[in-house]
Protein backbone atom coordinates (compact mmCIF):
# COMPACT_ATOMS: atom_id res chain seq x y z
CA UNK A 1 0.00 0.00 0.00
CA UNK A 2 3.00 2.78 0.88
CA UNK A 3 6.36 2.04 -0.64
CA UNK A 4 9.36 4.10 -0.29
CA UNK A 5 12.12 3.47 -2.78
CA UNK A 6 15.51 5.27 -1.77
CA UNK A 7 13.79 8.05 -1.10
CA UNK A 8 15.94 10.60 0.55
CA UNK A 9 14.09 14.71 1.58
CA UNK A 10 16.48 17.52 1.98
CA UNK A 11 15.18 20.65 3.11
CA UNK A 12 16.43 23.75 1.65
CA UNK A 13 19.09 25.60 3.68
CA UNK A 14 19.91 22.64 5.67
CA UNK A 15 23.59 20.72 5.87
CA UNK A 16 22.24 17.28 5.81
CA UNK A 17 19.36 15.11 4.52
CA UNK A 18 16.57 14.63 6.62
CA UNK A 19 15.46 11.40 5.52
CA UNK A 20 18.74 9.39 3.57
CA UNK A 21 18.01 6.39 0.75
CA UNK A 22 14.99 4.87 2.98
CA UNK A 23 14.16 1.47 1.16
CA UNK A 24 10.55 0.00 3.40
CA UNK A 25 6.96 -0.84 2.33
CA UNK A 26 3.86 -1.21 4.24
CA UNK A 27 1.39 -3.85 3.29
CA UNK A 28 -1.99 -3.37 3.19
CA UNK A 29 -3.79 -3.77 6.63
CA UNK A 30 -0.33 -3.77 8.31
CA UNK A 31 -0.39 -1.01 11.47
CA UNK A 32 3.41 0.36 11.17
CA UNK A 33 5.18 2.26 14.03
CA UNK A 34 8.09 4.60 13.11
CA UNK A 35 10.49 5.30 15.82
CA UNK A 36 13.30 7.05 16.23
CA UNK A 37 14.99 10.25 18.23
CA UNK A 38 13.51 13.76 17.95
CA UNK A 39 14.80 15.16 14.66
CA UNK A 40 15.19 11.78 12.74
CA UNK A 41 13.04 12.49 10.48
CA UNK A 42 9.79 10.74 11.55
CA UNK A 43 7.34 13.53 10.71
CA UNK A 44 9.01 14.47 7.27
CA UNK A 45 8.71 10.60 6.95
CA UNK A 46 4.62 10.76 7.60
CA UNK A 47 4.30 13.75 5.25
CA UNK A 48 5.80 12.58 2.45
CA UNK A 49 3.48 9.16 2.78
CA UNK A 50 0.30 11.78 2.45
CA UNK A 51 1.87 13.69 -0.55
CA UNK A 52 3.28 17.29 1.52
CA UNK A 53 6.49 16.28 1.62
CA UNK A 54 8.04 18.53 -0.70
CA UNK A 55 4.70 20.35 -1.91
CA UNK A 56 3.79 21.77 0.99
CA UNK A 57 7.15 21.38 2.58
CA UNK A 58 9.41 22.66 0.07
CA UNK A 59 12.41 20.98 -0.13
CA UNK A 60 14.04 18.08 -2.78
CA UNK A 61 13.00 14.89 -2.46
CA UNK A 62 14.96 12.03 -4.87
CA UNK A 63 13.71 8.79 -4.90
CA UNK A 64 9.96 8.23 -4.30
CA UNK A 65 7.16 7.06 -2.54
CA UNK A 66 4.05 5.28 -3.82
CA UNK A 67 0.56 5.42 -1.82
CA UNK A 68 -2.08 2.91 -3.95
CA UNK A 69 0.14 2.60 -6.52
CA UNK A 70 0.17 6.89 -6.77
CA UNK A 71 3.68 8.78 -7.51
CA UNK A 72 3.57 11.35 -4.67
CA UNK A 73 5.68 13.13 -6.36
CA UNK A 74 2.97 13.67 -9.48
CA UNK A 75 0.34 13.18 -7.15
CA UNK A 76 -0.81 17.00 -4.58
CA UNK A 77 -2.33 16.21 -1.07
CA UNK A 78 -5.81 16.85 -2.65
CA UNK A 79 -5.33 13.97 -5.02
CA UNK A 80 -5.03 11.62 -2.27
CA UNK A 81 -7.30 12.72 -0.14
CA UNK A 82 -9.90 9.79 -1.06
CA UNK A 83 -7.26 7.43 -0.01
CA UNK A 84 -5.15 8.80 2.79
CA UNK A 85 -6.23 10.26 6.10
CA UNK A 86 -3.87 12.57 8.24
CA UNK A 87 -3.46 13.94 11.96
CA UNK A 88 -1.18 16.01 12.68
CA UNK A 89 0.38 16.57 16.11
CA UNK A 90 -1.00 20.01 16.50
CA UNK A 91 -4.82 19.11 15.85
CA UNK A 92 -6.52 22.66 17.04
CA UNK A 93 -4.71 23.82 13.99
CA UNK A 94 -6.57 21.88 11.43
CA UNK A 95 -10.02 22.29 13.14
CA UNK A 96 -12.42 23.90 10.71
CA UNK A 97 -15.81 24.23 12.40
CA UNK A 98 -17.09 24.79 16.31
CA UNK A 99 -18.68 22.08 17.72
CA UNK A 100 -17.58 18.02 17.87
CA UNK A 101 -20.37 16.85 15.79
CA UNK A 102 -19.68 19.64 13.17
CA UNK A 103 -15.99 18.63 12.69
CA UNK A 104 -16.75 15.08 12.56
CA UNK A 105 -18.80 15.96 9.79
CA UNK A 106 -16.84 18.28 7.58
CA UNK A 107 -14.73 16.13 5.99
CA UNK A 108 -17.54 14.00 4.49
CA UNK A 109 -19.07 16.88 3.14
CA UNK A 110 -15.89 18.29 1.16
CA UNK A 111 -16.13 14.54 -0.57
CA UNK A 112 -19.36 14.16 -0.85
CA UNK A 113 -20.70 11.69 0.98
CA UNK A 114 -24.76 11.36 1.35
CA UNK A 115 -26.19 13.46 4.16
CA UNK A 116 -27.97 9.63 5.70
CA UNK A 117 -24.78 8.03 5.63
CA UNK A 118 -23.11 10.79 6.91
CA UNK A 119 -25.12 10.89 10.14
CA UNK A 120 -24.60 7.43 10.05
CA UNK A 121 -20.35 7.62 9.91
CA UNK A 122 -20.52 10.01 12.68
CA UNK A 123 -22.37 7.94 15.23
CA UNK A 124 -20.22 5.11 14.75
CA UNK A 125 -17.01 7.16 15.79
CA UNK A 126 -18.54 9.50 18.48
CA UNK A 127 -18.87 5.72 19.91
CA UNK A 128 -15.91 4.09 18.80
CA UNK A 129 -14.03 7.13 20.41
CA UNK A 130 -16.07 7.73 23.14
CA UNK A 131 -16.82 10.88 21.87
CA UNK A 132 -20.72 10.96 22.27
CA UNK A 133 -20.95 12.72 25.83
CA UNK A 134 -18.91 15.55 24.14
CA UNK A 135 -21.55 15.70 20.67
CA UNK A 136 -22.29 19.35 20.98
CA UNK A 137 -19.75 20.89 23.27
CA UNK A 138 -17.35 23.90 21.43
CA UNK A 139 -13.75 22.47 20.64
CA UNK A 140 -12.70 25.09 22.30
CA UNK A 141 -13.85 23.95 25.55
CA UNK A 142 -12.07 20.80 25.17
CA UNK A 143 -9.18 19.16 26.48
CA UNK A 144 -6.07 18.85 24.80
CA UNK A 145 -6.59 14.68 24.58
CA UNK A 146 -10.35 15.46 23.94
CA UNK A 147 -9.54 17.69 21.02
CA UNK A 148 -6.73 14.83 19.79
CA UNK A 149 -9.46 12.04 19.87
CA UNK A 150 -12.09 14.37 17.68
CA UNK A 151 -8.97 15.19 15.05
CA UNK A 152 -8.48 11.46 14.76
CA UNK A 153 -12.29 10.71 14.59
CA UNK A 154 -12.55 13.59 11.91
CA UNK A 155 -10.51 11.43 10.01
CA UNK A 156 -12.08 7.98 10.67
CA UNK A 157 -15.45 9.69 9.34
CA UNK A 158 -13.99 10.06 5.68
CA UNK A 159 -12.98 6.08 6.05
CA UNK A 160 -9.53 6.56 3.70
CA UNK A 161 -7.19 3.35 3.08
CA UNK A 162 -4.27 4.71 4.89
CA UNK A 163 -4.27 6.79 7.90
CA UNK A 164 -0.91 9.12 9.10
CA UNK A 165 -1.06 9.44 12.24
CA UNK A 166 1.97 11.97 14.31
CA UNK A 167 1.88 10.96 17.84
CA UNK A 168 -1.81 10.30 18.01
CA UNK A 169 -2.03 9.70 21.69
CA UNK A 170 0.21 12.10 23.31
CA UNK A 171 -2.37 14.38 24.55
CA UNK A 172 -4.21 11.13 25.69
CA UNK A 173 -4.72 9.89 29.32
CA UNK A 174 -3.31 6.00 29.72
CA UNK A 175 -7.29 4.41 29.35
CA UNK A 176 -8.31 6.90 26.77
CA UNK A 177 -5.05 6.21 24.58
CA UNK A 178 -5.73 2.26 24.79
CA UNK A 179 -8.89 3.30 23.53
CA UNK A 180 -7.94 4.57 20.49
CA UNK A 181 -5.44 2.40 19.56
CA UNK A 182 -7.54 -0.52 20.25
CA UNK A 183 -9.68 0.80 17.76
CA UNK A 184 -7.35 2.01 15.01
CA UNK A 185 -6.18 -2.18 15.69
CA UNK A 186 -9.85 -3.06 15.36
CA UNK A 187 -10.06 -0.80 12.12
CA UNK A 188 -6.66 -2.55 10.64
CA UNK A 189 -7.37 -6.39 11.47
CA UNK A 190 -11.34 -5.91 10.34
CA UNK A 191 -11.58 -3.48 7.53
CA UNK A 192 -8.13 -3.77 6.42
CA UNK A 193 -7.11 0.36 6.79
CA UNK A 194 -3.38 0.78 6.63
CA UNK A 195 -1.84 2.68 9.79
CA UNK A 196 1.78 4.62 9.83
CA UNK A 197 1.58 6.15 13.15
CA UNK A 198 4.76 8.16 14.85
CA UNK A 199 4.69 8.09 18.32
CA UNK A 200 6.96 8.49 21.19
CA UNK A 201 5.27 7.09 24.10
CA UNK A 202 6.09 3.50 22.71
CA UNK A 203 5.08 2.10 26.02
CA UNK A 204 1.54 2.09 24.37
CA UNK A 205 1.69 1.41 21.14
CA UNK A 206 3.91 -1.49 20.15
CA UNK A 207 1.88 -4.29 20.91
CA UNK A 208 -0.45 -3.29 18.18
CA UNK A 209 2.54 -2.63 15.33
CA UNK A 210 2.53 -5.51 12.88
CA UNK A 211 5.82 -3.83 11.41
CA UNK A 212 8.40 -0.80 12.65
CA UNK A 213 10.52 1.82 11.14
CA UNK A 214 13.27 2.73 12.82
CA UNK A 215 15.09 5.43 11.92
CA UNK A 216 18.83 6.71 12.78
CA UNK A 217 19.70 10.35 13.21
CA UNK A 218 21.28 10.08 10.16
CA UNK A 219 18.02 9.42 8.46
CA UNK A 220 18.89 5.99 7.41
CA UNK A 221 16.20 3.41 8.34
CA UNK A 222 15.57 -0.11 9.60
CA UNK A 223 12.20 -1.92 8.30
CA UNK A 224 10.95 -5.20 9.71
CA UNK A 225 9.22 -6.97 12.21
CA UNK A 226 8.70 -5.40 15.73
CA UNK A 227 11.12 -7.67 18.05
CA UNK A 228 13.48 -7.79 15.63
CA UNK A 229 13.99 -4.08 14.92
CA UNK A 230 13.53 -2.90 18.58
CA UNK A 231 16.00 -5.46 19.74
CA UNK A 232 19.04 -3.30 18.38
CA UNK A 233 17.04 0.31 18.60
CA UNK A 234 18.15 3.24 19.88
CA UNK A 235 14.79 3.86 21.34
CA UNK A 236 12.58 1.77 23.25
CA UNK A 237 9.91 0.99 26.16
CA UNK A 238 10.41 -0.03 29.15
CA UNK A 239 9.11 -3.65 28.36
CA UNK A 240 11.80 -3.99 25.65
CA UNK A 241 14.41 -2.27 27.86
CA UNK A 242 13.77 -4.54 30.43
CA UNK A 243 13.75 -7.43 27.74
CA UNK A 244 16.80 -6.56 26.88
CA UNK A 245 18.99 -6.20 30.26
CA UNK A 246 17.59 -9.46 31.33
CA UNK A 247 18.48 -11.11 28.53
CA UNK A 248 14.91 -12.72 27.64
CA UNK A 249 14.19 -14.63 24.01
CA UNK A 250 12.26 -13.94 22.24
CA UNK A 251 11.97 -9.90 23.16
CA UNK A 252 9.01 -9.04 24.84
CA UNK A 253 6.61 -6.27 23.41
CA UNK A 254 4.01 -6.48 25.90
CA UNK A 255 3.29 -7.00 29.71
CA UNK A 256 1.54 -10.08 29.55
CA UNK A 257 4.29 -11.50 27.03
CA UNK A 258 7.13 -10.37 29.90
CA UNK A 259 5.02 -11.61 32.70
CA UNK A 260 5.69 -15.28 30.91
CA UNK A 261 9.15 -14.96 31.26
CA UNK A 262 9.80 -12.92 34.33
CA UNK A 263 9.79 -15.94 37.10
CA UNK A 264 13.48 -16.46 37.35
CA UNK A 265 13.94 -11.94 37.55
CA UNK A 266 11.14 -12.06 40.53
CA UNK A 267 12.67 -15.12 42.13
CA UNK A 268 16.09 -13.18 42.28
CA UNK A 269 14.41 -9.59 42.82
CA UNK A 270 12.37 -11.43 46.37
CA UNK A 271 15.42 -11.29 48.06
CA UNK A 272 16.66 -7.87 47.38
CA UNK A 273 15.71 -4.50 49.92
CA UNK A 274 12.90 -3.07 48.95
CA UNK A 275 12.81 0.27 47.30
CA UNK A 276 9.60 1.85 49.15
CA UNK A 277 12.13 4.79 50.12
CA UNK A 278 12.19 7.49 47.78
CA UNK A 279 15.17 6.90 45.26
CA UNK A 280 18.06 8.81 45.78
CA UNK A 281 18.97 10.51 42.66
CA UNK A 282 22.37 11.92 41.33
CA UNK A 283 23.28 15.65 40.74
CA UNK A 284 21.76 16.29 37.25
CA UNK A 285 24.07 17.96 35.22
CA UNK A 286 21.98 21.06 34.43
CA UNK A 287 23.12 24.80 34.86
CA UNK A 288 20.12 26.38 36.65
CA UNK A 289 21.96 28.41 39.45
CA UNK A 290 20.60 29.51 42.62
CA UNK A 291 19.06 32.96 42.43
CA UNK A 292 21.11 33.70 45.90
CA UNK A 293 24.48 31.94 45.47
CA UNK A 294 24.67 30.68 41.79
CA UNK A 295 25.63 27.15 43.03
CA UNK A 296 23.18 24.18 43.00
CA UNK A 297 22.33 22.90 46.71
CA UNK A 298 24.01 19.11 47.05
CA UNK A 299 20.40 16.48 47.07
CA UNK A 300 21.54 15.99 51.11
CA UNK A 301 20.73 18.97 51.74
CA UNK A 302 16.82 19.23 50.93
CA UNK A 303 14.26 16.70 52.88
CA UNK A 304 14.48 13.68 51.89
CA UNK A 305 10.78 13.09 51.60
CA UNK A 306 8.21 14.43 49.93
CA UNK A 307 6.21 17.25 52.06
CA UNK A 308 9.10 17.74 54.30
CA UNK A 309 10.14 21.29 52.57
CA UNK A 310 8.20 24.56 53.70
CA UNK A 311 4.99 25.35 51.66
CA UNK A 312 5.75 27.68 48.76
CA UNK A 313 2.64 27.57 47.62
CA UNK A 314 -0.94 27.27 49.04
CA UNK A 315 -4.06 26.54 47.26
CA UNK A 316 -7.73 26.44 49.17
CA UNK A 317 -11.08 26.01 47.74
CA UNK A 318 -9.98 26.74 44.25
CA UNK A 319 -12.78 26.24 41.69
CA UNK A 320 -12.80 27.03 37.80
CA UNK A 321 -16.06 26.80 35.78
CA UNK A 322 -16.11 27.38 31.90
CA UNK A 323 -19.50 28.21 30.86
CA UNK A 324 -21.75 25.50 32.35
CA UNK A 325 -18.83 23.13 32.97
CA UNK A 326 -17.49 23.01 36.83
CA UNK A 327 -14.04 22.38 35.42
CA UNK A 328 -12.09 22.54 39.65
CA UNK A 329 -14.43 22.02 42.12
CA UNK A 330 -12.78 23.03 45.39
CA UNK A 331 -9.28 22.01 45.38
CA UNK A 332 -6.95 21.85 48.21
CA UNK A 333 -3.44 22.18 47.03
CA UNK A 334 0.25 22.91 48.84
CA UNK A 335 3.47 22.79 46.78
CA UNK A 336 6.39 22.76 48.79
CA UNK A 337 10.23 23.61 48.35
CA UNK A 338 12.43 20.82 46.82
CA UNK A 339 9.53 18.04 45.48
CA UNK A 340 8.39 17.11 42.41
CA UNK A 341 4.85 16.91 41.81
CA UNK A 342 2.96 15.31 39.47
CA UNK A 343 -0.97 16.38 38.85
CA UNK A 344 -2.55 13.26 36.92
CA UNK A 345 -6.36 11.82 35.72
CA UNK A 346 -8.36 11.22 32.67
CA UNK A 347 -8.57 14.16 29.96
CA UNK A 348 -11.57 16.82 31.06
CA UNK A 349 -10.36 16.24 34.34
CA UNK A 350 -9.31 19.60 35.17
CA UNK A 351 -5.50 19.89 35.43
CA UNK A 352 -4.78 22.28 32.97
CA UNK A 353 -7.53 24.46 34.34
CA UNK A 354 -6.34 24.13 38.05
CA UNK A 355 -2.89 24.99 36.45
CA UNK A 356 -3.88 28.27 35.09
CA UNK A 357 -5.44 29.09 38.10
CA UNK A 358 -2.36 28.65 41.01
CA UNK A 359 -0.56 30.61 38.00
CA UNK A 360 -2.98 33.43 37.99
CA UNK A 361 -3.91 34.51 34.57
CA UNK A 362 -6.30 31.85 34.25
CA UNK A 363 -9.91 32.13 35.30
CA UNK A 364 -10.89 31.15 38.92
CA UNK A 365 -14.57 30.79 40.57
CA UNK A 366 -13.88 30.89 43.84
CA UNK A 367 -11.28 29.51 46.60
CA UNK A 368 -7.82 31.27 47.23
CA UNK A 369 -4.17 30.86 46.25
CA UNK A 370 -1.59 32.17 48.29
CA UNK A 371 2.19 32.35 47.37
CA UNK A 372 4.27 31.46 50.94
CA UNK A 373 6.77 33.48 51.85
CA UNK A 374 9.38 33.79 54.82
CA UNK A 375 7.91 34.27 58.08
CA UNK A 376 9.26 35.87 61.21
CA UNK A 377 9.77 33.14 63.07
CA UNK A 378 9.88 28.99 62.08
CA UNK A 379 7.82 28.38 58.95
CA UNK A 380 6.16 30.07 56.25
CA UNK A 381 3.39 33.29 56.12
CA UNK A 382 1.03 33.38 53.43
CA UNK A 383 1.57 35.66 50.93
CA UNK A 384 0.37 37.98 47.60
CA UNK A 385 -2.35 36.11 45.50
CA UNK A 386 -0.32 35.05 41.95
CA UNK A 387 -3.32 36.80 40.77
CA UNK A 388 -2.66 40.39 41.69
CA UNK A 389 0.84 40.63 40.79
CA UNK A 390 1.99 42.30 37.59
CA UNK A 391 2.93 39.65 35.22
CA UNK A 392 6.45 39.99 35.40
CA UNK A 393 6.43 40.15 39.23
CA UNK A 394 4.13 37.07 39.16
CA UNK A 395 6.72 34.85 36.54
CA UNK A 396 9.47 35.13 39.23
CA UNK A 397 7.14 33.43 41.96
CA UNK A 398 5.06 30.58 39.51
CA UNK A 399 6.18 30.32 36.03
CA UNK A 400 3.85 28.03 33.76
CA UNK A 401 4.88 26.11 30.29
CA UNK A 402 1.50 25.82 28.97
CA UNK A 403 0.31 22.53 26.08
CA UNK A 404 1.26 24.48 23.39
CA UNK A 405 5.12 25.92 24.38
CA UNK A 406 5.10 27.84 21.58
CA UNK A 407 2.33 30.94 23.04
CA UNK A 408 5.47 31.76 24.85
CA UNK A 409 7.42 32.83 21.72
CA UNK A 410 6.96 35.59 19.58
CA UNK A 411 10.18 36.60 18.35
CA UNK A 412 11.72 35.74 14.86
CA UNK A 413 14.62 33.57 16.37
CA UNK A 414 16.09 31.23 18.87
CA UNK A 415 18.95 33.56 19.89
CA UNK A 416 16.37 36.70 20.37
CA UNK A 417 14.20 34.70 22.67
CA UNK A 418 17.23 33.70 24.78
CA UNK A 419 18.44 37.30 24.79
CA UNK A 420 14.89 38.87 25.71
CA UNK A 421 14.36 36.15 28.53
CA UNK A 422 18.01 37.18 30.20
CA UNK A 423 16.89 41.08 29.68
CA UNK A 424 13.64 40.66 31.19
CA UNK A 425 14.76 38.51 34.00
CA UNK A 426 17.98 40.58 34.88
CA UNK A 427 19.74 36.98 34.39
CA UNK A 428 23.23 37.12 33.37
CA UNK A 429 23.93 36.93 29.63
CA UNK A 430 23.69 33.72 28.04
CA UNK A 431 21.73 31.89 31.34
CA UNK A 432 18.30 30.94 28.81
CA UNK A 433 21.28 29.68 26.51
CA UNK A 434 22.70 27.41 28.62
CA UNK A 435 19.14 26.07 30.07
CA UNK A 436 18.33 24.81 26.54
CA UNK A 437 22.00 23.48 25.72
CA UNK A 438 21.13 21.60 28.41
CA UNK A 439 17.57 20.25 27.27
CA UNK A 440 18.24 20.30 23.48
CA UNK A 441 22.07 20.85 22.61
CA UNK A 442 22.41 21.95 18.92
CA UNK A 443 19.07 24.11 18.59
CA UNK A 444 20.37 26.66 15.97
CA UNK A 445 20.42 30.07 17.24
CA UNK A 446 19.38 31.30 14.05
CA UNK A 447 16.25 29.10 13.16
CA UNK A 448 12.84 30.68 13.56
CA UNK A 449 10.89 28.95 16.89
CA UNK A 450 8.49 27.57 14.82
CA UNK A 451 10.80 25.68 12.80
CA UNK A 452 11.80 23.91 15.46
CA UNK A 453 11.07 20.08 16.78
CA UNK A 454 8.09 20.04 19.47
CA UNK A 455 10.75 19.25 21.76
CA UNK A 456 13.20 22.08 20.92
CA UNK A 457 10.20 24.41 21.63
CA UNK A 458 9.40 23.04 24.90
CA UNK A 459 13.08 23.35 25.77
CA UNK A 460 13.66 26.71 24.36
CA UNK A 461 10.09 27.71 26.73
CA UNK A 462 11.25 26.06 29.83
CA UNK A 463 14.52 28.14 29.14
CA UNK A 464 12.90 31.08 28.54
CA UNK A 465 10.86 30.63 32.09
CA UNK A 466 13.42 29.32 34.21
CA UNK A 467 15.67 32.67 33.35
CA UNK A 468 13.38 34.33 35.71
CA UNK A 469 13.85 31.49 38.77
CA UNK A 470 10.40 30.84 39.95
CA UNK A 471 9.90 29.28 42.97
CA UNK A 472 7.22 27.62 41.47
CA UNK A 473 7.30 25.94 38.14
CA UNK A 474 4.35 24.75 36.19
CA UNK A 475 3.97 22.26 33.36
CA UNK A 476 1.03 21.36 31.08
CA UNK A 477 2.09 17.78 29.29
CA UNK A 478 6.10 18.45 29.20
CA UNK A 479 6.98 15.14 27.97
CA UNK A 480 4.77 15.54 24.43
CA UNK A 481 7.15 15.40 21.47
CA UNK A 482 10.03 14.39 23.50
CA UNK A 483 11.61 11.22 22.79
CA UNK A 484 13.18 8.92 26.14
CA UNK A 485 16.73 10.89 25.47
CA UNK A 486 14.36 14.08 25.61
CA UNK A 487 12.49 13.03 28.59
CA UNK A 488 15.67 11.63 30.39
CA UNK A 489 17.29 15.46 30.30
CA UNK A 490 13.93 17.05 31.14
CA UNK A 491 13.66 15.26 34.34
CA UNK A 492 17.52 15.80 35.35
CA UNK A 493 16.36 19.74 34.76
CA UNK A 494 13.56 18.93 37.13
CA UNK A 495 15.88 17.14 40.06
CA UNK A 496 18.33 20.15 39.47
CA UNK A 497 15.19 22.41 40.24
CA UNK A 498 14.53 20.39 43.54
CA UNK A 499 18.11 20.41 44.60
CA UNK A 500 18.21 23.87 44.34
CA UNK A 501 14.42 24.09 46.46
CA UNK A 502 11.83 25.09 43.68
CA UNK A 503 8.63 23.07 44.04
CA UNK A 504 7.89 21.68 40.36
CA UNK A 505 3.93 20.80 39.55
CA UNK A 506 3.46 18.78 36.00
CA UNK A 507 0.30 17.73 34.74
CA UNK A 508 1.16 14.70 32.77
CA UNK A 509 -0.37 11.68 31.22
CA UNK A 510 2.92 9.82 30.95
CA UNK A 511 3.21 7.41 33.60
CA UNK A 512 6.47 6.08 33.01
CA UNK A 513 8.05 9.56 33.27
CA UNK A 514 5.78 10.03 36.95
CA UNK A 515 7.38 6.26 37.96
CA UNK A 516 11.01 8.35 36.69
CA UNK A 517 11.18 11.27 39.25
CA UNK A 518 8.20 12.46 40.57
CA UNK A 519 7.71 12.82 44.49
CA UNK A 520 4.23 12.78 44.63
CA UNK A 521 0.88 12.39 42.71
CA UNK A 522 -2.56 14.93 43.30
CA UNK A 523 -4.96 12.46 41.32
CA UNK A 524 -7.67 14.43 39.95
CA UNK A 525 -11.36 12.96 38.55
CA UNK A 526 -14.00 15.51 37.69
CA UNK A 527 -12.09 18.28 38.54
CA UNK A 528 -11.64 17.12 42.76
CA UNK A 529 -8.67 15.79 44.08
CA UNK A 530 -9.06 11.45 45.03
CA UNK A 531 -5.73 10.83 46.12
CA UNK A 532 -2.53 13.30 47.29
CA UNK A 533 0.15 10.86 48.38
CA UNK A 534 3.54 9.71 47.18
CA UNK A 535 3.86 8.48 44.13
CA UNK A 536 4.77 4.94 44.79
CA UNK A 537 2.16 4.71 46.49
CA UNK A 538 -0.38 6.11 43.80
CA UNK A 539 1.62 4.47 40.63
CA UNK A 540 1.98 0.72 41.92
CA UNK A 541 -0.85 -0.68 42.30
CA UNK A 542 -3.14 1.52 39.71
CA UNK A 543 -4.76 -0.36 36.96
CA UNK A 544 -4.76 2.72 34.72
CA UNK A 545 -1.58 4.39 36.24
CA UNK A 546 0.86 1.42 36.97
CA UNK A 547 3.89 1.62 34.50
CA UNK A 548 4.85 -1.28 32.84
CA UNK A 549 8.00 -2.66 35.38
CA UNK A 550 5.43 -1.95 38.26
CA UNK A 551 2.42 -4.45 36.18
CA UNK A 552 5.56 -6.96 34.88
CA UNK A 553 6.89 -7.64 38.11
CA UNK A 554 4.17 -6.94 40.21
CA UNK A 555 4.11 -7.89 43.51
CA UNK A 556 7.48 -6.34 43.98
CA UNK A 557 8.09 -2.94 44.63
CA UNK A 558 9.11 -1.66 41.64
CA UNK A 559 8.33 1.13 39.15
CA UNK A 560 11.33 1.30 36.53
CA UNK A 561 14.02 -0.37 35.15
CA UNK A 562 16.74 2.14 37.05
CA UNK A 563 15.07 0.58 40.15
CA UNK A 564 15.89 -2.99 38.69
CA UNK A 565 19.18 -2.47 38.39
CA UNK A 566 19.79 -0.48 41.51
CA UNK A 567 18.50 -3.87 42.92
CA UNK A 568 20.37 -6.25 41.04
CA UNK A 569 23.62 -4.09 40.09
CA UNK A 570 25.24 -7.04 38.95
CA UNK A 571 22.99 -7.98 35.71
CA UNK A 572 20.18 -10.29 35.91
CA UNK A 573 20.47 -14.31 35.80
Request: proline fraction near 7%.
Amino acid sequence: MIRFEDLSVTYPGADASVLSHVDARVEEGELCLVVGATGSGKSTLLGAAAGRVPHFTGGLLSGRVLVDGRDTRDHLPRDLADVVGIVAQDPPAGFVTDTVEEELAFGMEQIGVAPALMRKRVEEVLDLLGLARLRDRALADLSGGEQQRVAIGAVLTAQPRVLVLDEPTSALDPAAAEDVLAALARLVHDVGITVLLAEHRLERVVQFADRVISLAPGGEAVSGPPARVLAGSAVAPPVVELGRWAGWDPLPLSVRDARRLAGPLLDRLSGTASLSARRECPDAPFGVADGRSGHARRRGELPGAAGAGAPVLEARGVRVRHGDVDAVRGVDLTLRAGEIVALMGRNGSGKSSLLWALQGQGPRSGGTVRLAVPGDGEGAALGPDPATLAPAVARRHVALVPQTPSDLLYLPTVAEECTAADEQAGAAPGAARDVLDALAPGTPDAAHPRDLSEGQRLALALAVQLTGRPGVLLLDEPTRGLDYTGKTRLAGLLRSLRQLGRAVLLATHDVEFVAGCADRVVLLAGGEVVADAPARAVLHDSATFSPQVAKILRPLDVLTVDDVRRLLPGGAP
